[in-house]
């Protein structure tokens, strides 16, 4: 992780058409931080070889910021990709980036330059409605700023409740709120940052976080699997005095 030699050993295979990285870091903007001097130093590494860098901001973008996660750290990729957010609550996805490469996808380009791009809801009138509806809304970042609120203060109130019962847990993450079970390798001075760097303790699983799970969801609360609390400009204060509450109530009961 973060070897930007190994990258370069590969790249320099030319056997990558592309390099696909998600936004944040895998998985769902940042179970597992990218550092973002690593990420910042892709463009040119993809660039020196040939291929091209593609961001998925299918999570983060317009979450992070209205430039997405990737505004955010300063880096301009040659492709991103986008869903959630950008439908306005109905199914989407869609490719953005470096005009040269989406100029294939025109039907007017050239036969040995055109890569087809055909579907049955490619442009859907009613999706691109709800999107540019809740595009609008993103714009000027107030929507942005109150969800990180909202995860800074479950982050924060969650916190200490494990702190307080000496669990060795903790919550982090920005606007989407990642649970961590597992050894705390140091106490961060960031806590939007998990407190290791071992990718295997990040991505442990165990039949206690599965029954966490049950018990949140028992109590009104979904976690995905008692990975992460997903926040929106739409939960209130009072919603994150439920949540913390309900995990109150489940870690007693377990
Ligand atoms: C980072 C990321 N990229 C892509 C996808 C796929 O999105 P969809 O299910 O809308 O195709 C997901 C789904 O959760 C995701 O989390």
């Not at 998985?27 to 291929?51: C, E, N």
């Not at 989407?92 to 809801?121: E, F, N, Y």
Request: net charge negative; glycine share 12%.
């Amino acid at each position: 992780m973060h070897d930007l030699n190994l990258v370069e050993e590969e790249l320099a295979k030319k056997e990558y058409a592309i390099l696909f990285i998600e936004g944040g870091g895998a998985h769902m903007g940042g179970q597992i931080p990218w550092d973002a001097d690593f990420v910042r130093a892709l463009p040119s590494l993809t660039q020196k070889y040939g291929t091209v860098v593609l961001i998925d901001e299918v999570v983060t973008g317009f979450r992070d910021s209205t430039g997405g996660w990737q505004a955010t750290i300063g880096v301009t990729p040659d492709l991103t990709t986008l869903g959630k957010c950008i439908g306005g609550g109905l199914g989407v996805g869609a490719l953005g980036g470096r005009a040269d490469i989406m100029d294939m996808l025109k039907p007017k380009a050239s036969p040995q330059q055109c890569v087809g791009h055909s579907g049955t809801w490619n442009g859907n009138p009613l999706t691109a409605a709800a999107g540019i509806t809740a595009c609008k809304l993103y714009i000027g970042g107030e929507v942005q700023k109150r969800a990180n609120q909202l995860g800074a203060y479950l982050r924060e109130r969650g916190n200490q409740v494990l702190k307080e019962r000496g669990i060795s847990a903790r919550l982090y993450g920005r606007n989407i709120i990642h649970f961590y079970l597992g050894p705390i390798d140091y106490e961060t001075s960031d806590n939007t940052l998990p407190p290791t760097r071992d990718v295997h303790k990040l991505m442990a699983r165990t039949p206690t976080q599965e029954r966490l799970c049950l018990h949140l969801l028992h109590r009104g609360v979904a976690t995905m699997e008692g990975r992460l609390f997903v926040l929106s400009a739409a939960h209130t204060e009072e919603d994150i005095d439920q949540t913390v509450k309900a995990l109150c109530d489940s870690l007693d009961a377990m």
